[in-house]
């Protein structure tokens, strides 16, 4: 029977092992899958949570068809993507590459793959793919997302770099999720395994990232994708709004001659400032506290005694806020300098902008103030807040809203931009490469910029505003 099977139909399974065609490992990758308990054995990993994960050790069946994979990649074309949500470099689309063996592996995912996958996990494909090649750098990163957009139903990635550790960085995170389906901390960490296949469902609480590079020598490479299938109906849940306290401006008056720089309160220096804030809308003022209390804040910064809360969800914002009773004297009374009527009335003289209550009480200036604190890996995003929980359709691959919002998440693209073939190719991760198309577009790597430390960094940010 073998001898009578199609010549490309027997070369393309050649591309994986036998033992992920054999019935024993079928069977028992189904069994596990299906009743999502977890198993590890040489060649199989399954994770039942946060959510359903497959890895595949020694999936590619010889080290030579390895070594020609990484040797073809090395002639493609590839791309630096850098935008607030990821650091990476890329290929286009595998589909539109001229390679024999890169042909050969996109025809086996696209044919074979997608038959074992829809047969063992039952859930309905087509033999559209996406696929494409990844290489992550130090300090390269691919923040939290879920992948879940159109009709992608399971995300794949194939490891291709040796030795790759711990130490090194680059750990495929899972997260878990809060009472409101959204992601909250890294439960599981997968290292990247050489010749080693990692696969899930692409589900509402998928979320993942890769975390960041550290090792300044070694490059993590990667092909990866996903496999499509039927559309089905997204129903997008209210995301709960993160909440903002606001404090109205507390009328004691307080000395600034003991906080701010004797330069920063003459009326000249104001003055300059002002026209330097009307002149380009921000102005930095170097040494502004004086001295003696800058040093002081700086200890206090850093006291065992100050609680620190972690903020998210993790697919917007990842840093450490203080909470303001357990600081220390000095930071409290700081933060209480920032919350007074001078410090508005300062700040109205530095800008022109209405921050102090007028007597008919139209203008009723507030603001906010925290401590964060930020570690590696710590991060925010820029996105989008919809008004009054505003739903999401998906027709095909695009998704519609009745509004413009100023900057587009990842996931979240507007019909009413002239720009959609743009946004749409501009989603890109480890698991998010583009749809399969033969017309590519480039990436503005100007686009967005991250705020990410690699060491730790302590910032008070007040935050004053209108309303």
């Given amino acids: 029977m073998a001898e009578r099977e ?22 028992l990758f189904a069994e596990h899958w299906h009743t999502r308990t977890d198993i590890k054995t040489n ?25 020609e994979i990484k040797n073809e990649l090395l002639d493609v074309r590839i791309r630096r993507n850098c935008i607030d949500l990821y650091q990476f470099e890329q290929t286009e689309d595998l589909v539109s590459i001229d390679r024999e063996i890169l042909n050969l592996l996109y025809m086996t995912f696209q044919a074979d793959l997608t ?56 750990a495929l995170d899972l997260f878990d999720t809060d009472e409101n389906n959204l992601p909250k901390n890294v439960v599981k960490s997968l290292i990247p395994e050489y010749n080693s296949l990692v696969f899930f469902e692409v589900v509402e609480n998928s979320y993942h990232q890769v975390a960041e590079i550290t090792s300044p020598d070694k490059s993590r490479w990667s092909i ?12 997008w849940r209210p995301r709960t709004e993160i909440l903002s306290t606001y404090i109205d401006p507390v009328p004691e008056r307080v000395d600034l001659d003991y906080w701010v720089s004797e330069c920063y309160l003459f009326p000249k220096i104001i003055k300059q400032i002002q026209q330097d804030v009307e002149t380009s809308s921000y102005t ?14 700086q200890t206090d910064v850093a006291s065992e005694a100050i609680v620190w809360k972690k903020v998210g969800p993790a697919d917007i914002r990842n840093y450490e806020v203080a909470d303001e009773e357990t600081l220390p004297d000095l930071l409290k009374q700081f933060y209480n300098m920032f919350k007074s009527i001078s410090m508005f009335q300062l700040l109205k003289d530095y800008t022109e902008l209405d921050l102090v209550v007028s007597e008919d009480e139209i203008t009723k200036p507030r603001m906010q103030i925290e401590l964060q604190r930020w570690t590696s890996g710590s991060y925010t995003l820029i996105c989008d807040k919809l008004l009054d929980n505003e739903p999401y359709t998906y027709i095909n691959d695009e998704c519609y809203t ?66």
């Avoid at 199609?6 to 069977?27: C, G, H, L, M």
């Avoid at 930095?284 to 804040?297: A, M, N, R, V």
């Avoid at 979240?412 to 577009?441: A, F, G, L, R």
């Fill in 43 to 67: 060649n199989l990993e399954i994770i039942s949570k946060p959510f359903r994960v497959c890895r595949i050790s020694n999936f590619i069946c010889n080290e030579e068809l390895m070594d």
């Fill in 115 to 170: 038959e074992w996958m829809e047969r063992n996990t039952k859930i309905r494909l087509s033999k559209k793919i996406s696929m494409a090649s990844s290489c992550y750098y130090d300090t390269d990163y691919l923040l939290c997302h879920d992948d879940n957009m159109g009709d992608r139903k399971i995300a794949f990635v194939l490891y291709l770099s040796k030795d790759w550790t711990e130490d090194d960085g680059g």
């Fill in 284 to 297: 930095l003022l170097s040494h502004y506290l004086k001295d003696e209390i800058y040093e002081t804040l």
């Fill in 224 to 235: 990866n994708g996903w496999l499509h299938g039927p559309l089905r109906p997204r129903v």
């Fill in 402 to 467: 009745s509004t413009i919002y100023s900057s587009e998440t990842e996931e979240v693209q507007s019909n009413n931009s002239n720009d959609d073939e743009d946004n749409k190719n501009n989603t890109i991760s480890e698991c998010n490469t583009p749809v399969s198309t033969t017309e590519h577009k480039e990436l503005d790597e100007n686009d967005l910029l991250i705020v990410q430390s690699k060491c730790a960094r302590t910032t008070i940010y007040p935050m004053i505003a209108q309303t």
């Fill in 6 to 27: 199609p010549q490309e139909k027997r070369k393309k399974q050649a591309v994986i092992s036998d033992f992920v065609y054999s019935t024993k490992f079928q069977k």
